[in-house]
């Protein structure tokens, strides 16, 4: 059971529990050409979006297209996740992996 934080009442999204060994950045950025902060990873399908700190903001673009509830960070050493519904911070311990990931181009 995925547990940590009973007030998310979204849980049942998360359909990604093994991260990648690797990704390549955010999939729109890299389509476009353009540059990234963090990476987040949609716990829902595992799409790999830029966080809100990052120019275009595809993670949270990517959740709003497709009602996608819960991303998590995979930036070294962050293990956290957001629920975007319940606006709440979490820590999904099934949710396993630490996926490479390449520099940022803005140099977060």
Not at 39 to 52: K, M, T, Y
Request: contains cysteine.
């Amino acid at each position: 059971m995925i547990a940590l934080s009973a007030a998310c009442t979204h849980l049942d999204h998360v359909l990604v529990t093994e991260l990648p060994e690797a990704v390549e950045g955010c999939a729109e950025c890299i389509a476009a050409g353009t540059p990234w902060l963090h990476l987040r990873i949609c716990l829902g399908c595992g799409h790999v979006g830029c966080c809100d700190d990052s120019p275009s903001r595809h993670a949270t673009a990517h959740a709003q297209h497709t009602g996608h509830p819960i991303i998590r960070s995979i930036q070294p050493d962050e293990d956290w996740s957001w629920c975007y519904l319940d606006q709440l911070p979490m820590v999904i311990p099934e949710v396993r992996g630490r996926p490479r990931i390449p520099p940022s181009p803005l140099g977060g």
